[in-house]
Nanobody, 128 residues
Framework: QVQLVESGGGLVQAGGSLRLSCAAS????????MGWFRQAPGKEREFVAR????????YYADSVKGRFTISRDNAKNTVYLQMNSLKPEDTAVYYC?????????????????????WGQGTQVTVSS
């Protein structure tokens, strides 16, 4: 119904920048919000940021607030994650996710189970 493809991952030095992209296809008109999650080896998948598709409101995890920026390009059905001032602890596989549902509080958008579709992930490695 919805397909998500991430790109833009790679190796970067601490303090550097990287921009991730997530291209959506299929029933994109049904998407309420898209989010970015990340998962490091041996750790739980954690919320990074989300953006509402129509209104464009954003929400960030405290660990990335002020360093990362999520944005969207409606014409291209694409969301981006601009990552600045990268730290070694940012190293993880980054996943794009989409949900058809609408939630009344930001908390629900941070929960993995609230999203319906997921991309394959893209590796981000930050060297010290």
């Amino acid at each position: 119904q919805v397909q998500l493809v991430e790109s833009g991952g790679g190796l970067v030095q601490a303090g550097g920048s990287l921009r991730l992209s997530c291209a959506a296809s299929g029933r994109t008109f049904s998407i309420n919000a898209m989010g970015w999650f990340r998962q490091a080896p041996g750790k739980e998948r954690e919320f990074v940021a989300r953006i509402n598709w129509s209104g464009g409101s954003t929400y960030y995890a405290d660990s990335v607030k002020g360093r990362f920026t999520i944005s969207r390009d409606n014409a291209k059905n694409t969301v981006y994650l601009q990552m600045n001032s990268l730290k070694p602890e940012d190293t993880a596989v980054y996943y794009c996710a989409a949900t058809f549902r609408s939630y009344m509080t930001n908390y629900y958008y941070t929960q993995r189970e609230k999203y319906d579709y997921w991309g394959q992930g893209t590796q981000v490695t930050v060297s010290s």
